[in-house]
């Protein structure tokens, strides 16, 4: 067998640089100009002279990571997690919050901007607390053979391994509290070395702890789980695989929206800060100018977080969501809260809806509220029917951009913008924008 010499690739030596940022894009990252494009720097803030090591350079920008600072911005803030910068959950916390809001407001502006004819402005910022907003969070358990202990927190940025927390200033309070008694009841069970995760849910009538295990419980396991959750008055829930769901103990949880008491499941969707979400509805409310006589076509409505409330003040109101249990949940909710006038169906929005018995109906107002792909497979539908007004909800600006376009074309304007601080100290950016016909 004939064997060729190569010689080993020798690494290329890393670039480093001294540049000076101008800007914030809304992941948390500077943006500096080199040599012609956009070099992305983590850890540095606008106005800020830094020294850089490039780790990837492409041909339309580069990436980078801050090695010395040379100048510090007075937007530069202490983060107030000491998990922060080694766990992944958030990205801004060395940000001031008003640079924080501003950048994503820029952020959202310029996508929406792009190509559109209108000049767009976000004309407010929908805000609630900055630190202790998330009512819901899920964190990752797993037996480190090593250590004989039990991991539990959130994965590292980029990397499947688990961070240890002890606290997390951005959960709610009752849910941080928790989490060191949490973590010895659970490192104490026969059956630690079997959990995949553990979810917090703060309802409205006390906190929920759902537990994803690998393999059955032990009856000593379950007493000692059972009587830990009575102890603090956790609604406990057992979930041996993806698809099914325990009620162990404890009522089902339920929040309160509009006057509405809005029961769900914890598997169930829901917006993760209360205070932000009231403030979105109403403002939708507000936005559709509803009238007794409207008509309103609410679409990938989920269990209803829009819907139910648009029910108290119109003639009739349709809510269309593609997973079934929560147009299960939704039509529960509309029994409970006695809105006979609210109906909701099972559809797949990405595919056609010719011949939905929804489909025809003649609306006045839609709303909707798509997943971070956006809503292009309804739109051509949505311009049929012609409402006079149309609220768009996004998590994704570059999908809402994107949506924007056949809504112009076909004589809408873009009549008021909103970006939603849903998560802040985080990258996720959300919108609401107002479309009304010509």
Same mark, same amino acid.
């Given at each position: $067998?004939?064997? %060729?010499? /190569?010689?080993?690739?020798?690494?290329?030596?890393?670039?480093? !640089?001294?540049?000076? &940022?101008? +800007?914030?894009?809304? %992941? #948390?990252?500077?943006?500096?100009?080199?040599? @012609?494009?956009?070099? %992305?720097?983590?850890?540095?803030?606008? @106005? +800020?002279?830094? *020294?850089? &090591?490039?780790?990837?350079?492409?041909?339309?920008?580069?990436? #980078?990571?801050?090695?010395? !600072?040379?100048?510090?911005?007075?937007?530069?803030?202490?983060?107030?997690?000491?998990?922060?910068?080694?766990? #992944? #959950?958030? *990205?801004?916390?060395?940000?001031?919050?008003?640079?924080?809001?501003?950048?994503?407001?820029?952020?959202?502006?310029? $996508? !929406?901007?792009?190509?559109? /004819? *209108?000049?767009?402005?976000? +004309?407010?910022?929908?805000? @609630?607390? /900055?630190?202790?907003?998330?009512r819901r969070a899920r964190l990752s358990l797993r037996w480190d053979n090593k250590q004989q202990r039990l991991e539990m927190g959130f994965r590292k940025s980029g990397s499947s391994e688990i961070v240890n927390i002890r606290q997390c200033p951005v959960m709610v309070q009752p849910l941080e509290r928790l989490l060191p008694e949490l973590r010895q009841c659970l490192s104490g069970l026969q059956g630690a070395r079997d959990l995949g995760h553990a979810e917090l849910v703060q309802a409205d009538n006390g906190v929920v702890l759902v537990l994803r295990h690998l393999k059955p419980f032990s009856v000593a396991d379950k007493e000692k789980l059972e009587r830990f959750s009575q102890s603090h008055q956790l609604m406990l829930f057992l979930a041996p695989d993806n698809n099914t769901l325990q009620h162990i103990c404890g009522e089902m949880p339920y929040y309160q929206s509009h006057n509405l008491k809005l029961s769900f499941s914890p598997q169930d969707f829901i917006q993760v800060n209360d205070k932000v979400n009231q403030q979105m509805v109403t403002t939708a409310i507000d936005w559709l100018a509803l009238q007794p006589g409207d008509r309103v076509l609410d679409l990938f409505c989920g269990m209803g977080n829009f819907t139910l409330p648009v029910g108290q003040y119109v003639e009739n109101v349709v809510g269309v969501e593609g997973v079934a249990t929560l147009v299960q949940q939704a039509a529960y909710n509309a029994q409970d809260n006695d809105l006979h006038n609210v109906t909701f169906y099972r559809h797949d929005l990405e595919q056609d809806v010719t011949g939905q018995p929804w489909a025809s109906q003649g609306f006045t107002k839609v709303l909707l509220d798509p997943a971070r792909a956006g809503a292009a497979g309804i739109m051509a539908h949505i311009i049929a029917l012609a409402p006079q007004r149309i609220v768009y909800v996004s998590c994704n600006p570059a999908t809402l951009a994107r949506d924007s376009e056949p809504l112009m074309a076909a004589g809408y304007i873009a009549e008021r913008v909103t970006m939603l601080d849903m998560f802040p100290h985080t990258s996720h950016l959300e919108s609401m924008v107002l479309f009304s016909r010509t």
């Open positions: $067998m004939v064997q %060729f010499y /190569s010689a080993a690739r020798r690494a290329k030596p890393r670039k480093e !640089l001294t540049v000076t &940022i101008d +800007e914030l894009d809304p %992941f #948390g990252q500077g943006v500096a100009r080199y040599q @012609g494009k956009a070099l %992305f720097v983590s850890g540095a803030l606008p @106005g +800020e002279k830094v *020294q850089v &090591i490039v780790q990837e350079d492409k041909r339309h920008y580069s990436r #980078g990571k801050a090695t010395r !600072l040379l100048t510090q911005s007075p937007d530069r803030v202490v983060a107030r997690c000491p998990h922060y910068g080694e766990c #992944g #959950g958030c *990205q801004q916390q060395h940000v001031s919050e008003a640079l924080q809001q501003q950048s994503k407001k820029n952020a959202l502006e310029r $996508m !929406l901007n792009h190509n559109s /004819s *209108q000049p767009l402005n976000v +004309e407010q910022v929908i805000r @609630g607390d /900055s630190w202790h907003y998330r």
